[in-house]
């Protein structure tokens, strides 16, 4: 390993990844597979194209931050337990206020969901965003039935008892009680939340490298190769997907 000390600073430098022999090691592969994917400038872009202006592009930025009131509520209420959200009054408002936030969530998921299916969103090699996107969707609403499951008053008992038969008619109910309150308390504040999450964190990261899909072109300017720009234009107004 070979190691300089940076002239401004006096802090010590590994420059032993540009040498040419380090090229194969798997540090050096991963890093420089990453920067390709996502360089700096595309990661975190200082602009935007113009059509992102529209209100329906918002949502999605909507969705996002609902799930980190989502998850900031959930972790306090973790913390001091269902005696607390049923008992004390800051409580009740910490509870109220995740309800209205996974409302929110999801009111802005659907919003964001139906505007990109109409959009075609999967244009321009976008095949994977939309797909996560969707996925994403589909956990959430697993965290947020096990979340009504775990309520723990006469609410998420009518809802257990009500599921069981339809979920135990498939045969997942053999893995999957919902009349099990500390095995849905785990699913909806570990392992469902983590995977919505990761989802999102890589639907994200995936609209960076594709960048925002386009709006359609004007009738008056298909197939006129109308540029779009963007992060890095991957494709022009009424191009096929």
């Known amino acids: 390993m070979t190691v300089e000390t940076d002239s401004d600073t006096d802090v010590p430098v590994d420059v032993s990844a540009d040498l040419p022999e380090d090229a194969e090691q798997w540090t050096a592969k991963l890093r420089h597979a990453a920067v390709e994917a996502l360089p700096p400038q595309r990661l975190m872009p200082d602009r935007q194209p113009a059509y992102v202006a529209s209100w329906i592009y918002v949502f999605g930025v909507l969705t996002i931050a609902a799930l980190a009131v989502v998850i900031l509520t959930g972790m306090v209420l973790a913390i001091f337990g269902p005696t607390w959200w049923h008992v004390s009054s800051t409580g009740l408002f910490v509870n109220s206020l995740h309800l209205w936030s996974v409302e929110v969530f999801f009111f802005a998921m659907v919003v964001h969901l139906w505007g990109k299916f109409f959009m075609a969103a999967w244009r321009g090699r976008r095949r994977a965003t939309w797909i996560t996107g969707v996925v994403s969707f589909v956990v959430s609403v697993g965290a947020a039935f096990t979340g009504y499951l775990s309520q723990q008053n006469f609410d998420s008992q009518w809802i257990s008892t009500q599921a069981k038969d339809g979920i135990n008619s498939t045969g997942a109910g053999a893995i999957f009680n919902v009349t099990n309150f500390g095995q849905m308390l785990m699913w909806h504040i570990m392992l469902l939340p ?6 999102v964190g890589v ?30 234009a991957t494709m022009t107004l009424g191009d096929e997907p």
């Open 203 to 232: 639907h994200v990261l995936l609209v960076r490298r594709r960048g925002v899909v386009p709006p359609f072109a004007p009738p008056d300017q298909l197939g006129k190769g109308v540029e779009i720009a963007g992060p890095e």
């Open 194 to 199: 983590l995977a919505v999450v990761l989802l």
